[in-house]
């Protein structure tokens, strides 16, 4: 599931592009510039981490469904609204949250505390 939705995002460069041939599926439009970075750039790179099994996917994820689905609302693309949250939904489930944990904040805030001490101590600072 967490594969499929990896795949569709990397390849969502592809849908970006046929758009601009005349098909119109979901948010992908040839008219719009933000869809230029939201597809060919932004798109790939969640799908990467999510293939990755990267810390931060499942976050990225969320992030990118919520625009989209934001995005659908505003041009009143349903299909993209209902796809968004057919996948936000889908990694609620346990195999999702066992394949890409979510965050947990007192980690990623004792890296953080880690990070500036370094950099209080580095010389020239």
Avoid at 25 to 44: E, H, K, S, T
Avoid at 101 to 115: F, K, M, T, W
Wanted: one cysteine or more; aromatic letters at 12%.
């Amino acid at each position: 599931m967490i594969t499929a939705l990896a795949l569709a995002l990397m390849g969502a460069p592809a849908l970006q592009a046929a758009s601009l041939a005349g098909l119109r599926v979901l948010n992908y439009a040839p008219d719009r510039p933000w869809n230029y970075v939201a597809y060919g750039l932004v798109a790939p790179y969640v799908g990467w981490l999510l293939w990755r099994r990267h810390p931060r996917a499942r976050f990225a994820a969320y992030v990118f469904l919520t625009h989209e689905s934001l995005r659908g609302l505003h041009f009143g693309r349903r299909d993209a609204v209902l796809l968004a949250v057919a996948w936000v939904a889908l990694l609620q489930l346990a195999a999702a949250r066992q394949y890409a944990p979510s965050l947990r904040p007192a980690e990623i805030r004792a890296r953080l505390c880690g990070y500036l001490g370094r950099l209080r101590r580095a010389p020239g600072a």
